[in-house]
């Protein structure tokens, strides 16, 4: 009898679709068949795991590493209306949250570190938001902290990543349309902080990319025609300190196919760049590109002391 209360409980937490805190020692496909799943603080190894369509899991102060049936690719698939917030992942070899074809997906407030992929890949989604996650040690080359593709009015904000290896952006948006890149802290990418890739009438703004002196290699943020045009993007209020070659580069390298066409960077703050003493200047354009260069501040040398300002949610 005196277990009846919790069983009621129980019983019409599940009949609302939401389960119990998780506090298994291994996490399997299994535990996602509500519509709100709960894991526990605690130390996990993860199965790779698909996160059904409209589920939301919330797993702050759970500690996870992929068990022994992960064997690379995506980690953690999130499906369309999946909302994710608060694990810790690490010693993933493969995209850490991947998403394809997916609409109004949520990955906030997670801890992503020492992996061998993309921390956070949405390929082809619709309205995701990816905010307040804090992304380091990425070590294999051509992986990045957070890379949209292909999709239209998604939101990158709020997040910090730094730390990439050989050939690693920090954020990458490719081939979006309408797309916005607000209020990150990037530092100490091995290649651009940011980078825009044949997008269009997306934003970059209020974003600090920072390198500490000698880890540069390339340019801060940049807006590339590779494999489509780049045009009518806005690049502005953003904050670029120690890049290796030019804080902004605005450049072509779809050799003459495409190009660089009406995109406004303005009203942007660029200290001591071109650590790489190659001879680049603060701003770049070069290529098949036609854009407005507003005001924009440049400083080759900085004794103020500024620092990148705290971020909200940090």
């Known amino acids: 009898m005196k277990h009846r209360p919790f069983l009621k409980i129980l ?14 020692s291994n996490i399997t496909q299994a535990v996602f068949q509500s519509s709100v799943v709960n894991i526990a603080p605690g130390i996990y190894t993860s199965d790779p795991i698909v996160i059904p369509s409209g589920c939301t899991v919330r797993a702050f102060g759970a500690v996870i590493t992929p068990s022994s049936n992960y064997t690379g690719g995506p980690f953690w698939t999130v499906s369309s209306g999946a909302d994710l917030s608060g694990a810790q992942i690490s010693n993933v070899s493969g995209p850490v949250i991947y998403g394809s074809n997916v609409t109004a997906v949520k990955v906030h407030d997670l801890s992503v570190s020492n992996i061998g992929g993309h921390a956070i890949y949405i390929l082809n989604g619709t309205r995701c938001q990816v905010y307040h996650n804090d992304i380091s040690r990425i070590l294999t080359a051509y992986s990045y902290g957070i890379i949209c593709m292909g999709g239209s009015r998604n939101i990158v904000s709020n997040n910090l990543v730094q730390e990439t290896s050989l050939a690693g952006f920090g954020i990458q948006l490719r081939m979006e349309t309408g797309s916005q890149v607000i209020a990150n802290n990037v530092h100490n990418t091995y290649c651009e902080a940011i980078n825009f890739t044949d997008c269009s009438s997306c934003q970059l703004q209020n974003n600090v990319c920072t390198w500490d002196d000698g880890t540069a290699n390339d340019f801060g943020i940049s807006l590339n025609s590779y494999e489509g045009w780049c045009n009518l993007n806005q690049v502005s209020g953003n904050r670029i300190d120690c890049s290796g070659k030019a804080g902004i580069a605005v450049w072509d390298s779809s050799v003459g196919a495409f190009g660089d066409l009406g995109n406004t960077v303005d009203d942007n703050l ?3 760049w071109d650590t790489l003493q190659q001879g680049w200047s603060g701003i770049t354009q070069y290529g098949n590109v036609y854009n407005f260069i507003g005001m924009n501040l440049s400083y080759p040398d900085w004794s103020t002391g500024w620092s990148p300002p705290p971020q909200e949610g940090r």
């Open 11 to 24: 019983i019409f937490a599940l009949a609302f679709g939401c389960s119990p805190a998780w506090a298994q």
């Open 270 to 272: 660029i200290h001591n």
